[in-house]
């Protein structure tokens, strides 16, 4: 058995065995309370430059399928789990989870308490960390340096993440006018609209404006994508130019956290991050409480919303309060903080593609009496 130890930044240490890739990590380490869906979680490009500790005590159980990937590898910096199946059983199983980490170069942990490493990013909040594997176990001068090594890890604001996912999924060339602006899609959302007969013309991070306007689209996507919103400062001057357009626009979780700094708004760090498919959130127009898919470390802070900006919060999440939507009082134009696509978690929110689509079509505009041409009478315009 090889030895993997974690160390986080306050000090703590927690010793396990290794499995994945053999490969030593230094990134942020958050948690996610889904009790299915690990590989959904852990092809998330949301997740990029994060290792994921899993509540749930057993992972692996299924196995992994294609169909359940939500991009094109996964991009966790690691996964850490209290016990590893090593048998999964599923009709559609392709392959077991730690094989699928090794042969992405991904490293995991097993056998700790992850309750207890749970609870302590619960009190202290989000924590840098190293994991490193011996096959010789480590010694009180190791984990000394580990430590020191944790300190030294960079944290997630410090990392340039969203240009390394961008545009990524092998999607063919498409004309139609919905517009997706890929901050790191996921396969779900794009499934999503084609559920809807629409297959978006996908445009990068960086793309300008100007570019993406000269196409007349009748609606654009934001997606979610990972890292701190305050470093894309050209994504957010690129929306206050779209939002100033007035053509329809939804931004998903990175996308809303951007809508709301082009709007006037300040963003923060929540404590420990929203990671997980069992958050309620509530609906200020009409009262509806959904619960749904969340994988964010940063909020837009409601209070900072500029009142001249024409936004206002339109969705909280019910466990803390935190701002979990945005909407445009006069524009067609609005964000929510979670995922409507779920993957892993509920569908209850899909309906917002709906939503959305809505606003981009444009009722026809019936040309003068005269020149109706023939009807369904087979005759032009009766005279009056």
Known sequence: ??????????????????????????????????????????????????????????????????????????????LIVRELAEYPHHWASESRLEDFLHTWGVPGLQGIDTRALVRRLRETGTQRGVLRQSAGGFS???????????????????????????????????????????????????????????????????TSATEILERHPRGILVS???????????VVATLKELVGSGTPLIGICLGHQLLGLAAGAETNRLLYGHH?????????????????????????????????????????????????????????????????EGCPGPQDSQPLFDDFLDLTRVEPTPPPLGDRGEGAGGRGADPL
């Open 1 to 78: 058995m090889t030895e993997a130890a974690l160390a986080l930044e306050d000090g703590s240490v927690f010793i396990g065995e290794a499995f994945g890739a053999p490969v030593e990590v230094a990134a942020e380490v958050v948690f996610n309370t889904g009790i299915t869906g690990y590989q959904e979680v852990t092809t998330d490009p949301s997740y990029r430059g994060q290792m994921v500790v899993m509540t749930h005590p057993q992972i692996g159980n299924y196995g992994i399928s294609r169909a359940g990937d939500e991009s094109v590898r996964p991009w966790v910096s690691a």
């Open 140 to 206: 009180p001068a190791d984990l000394q340096d580990l430590r020191a090594a944790a300190r030294q890890a960079p944290s997630v604001s410090q990392l340039d993440l969203v240009t390394g996912v961008s545009k990524v999924l092998p999607l063919t060339s498409s004309e139609d006018d919905i517009a997706l602006i890929d901050l790191g899609a996921k396969w779900n959302i794009i499934r999503s609209l084609e559920h809807r007969h629409i297959t978006p013309r996908v445009w990068k991070w960086d």
């Open 224 to 234: 979610n994508g990972p890292g701190d919103p305050a470093k894309l400062d050209t």
């Open 276 to 340: 997980g498919g069992n958050h309620p959130v509530r609906d200020l127009a009409t009262g509806r409480v959904t619960i749904t898919t969340q994988n964010h470390e940063f909020q837009v802070v409601g209070p900072s919303l500029p009142a001249e900006s024409g936004f206002e919060v339109s969705h909280v999440n019910l466990n803390d309060n935190s701002v979990e939507g945005l909407r445009h009082r006069e524009l067609p134009v609005f964000s929510v903080q979670y995922h409507p």
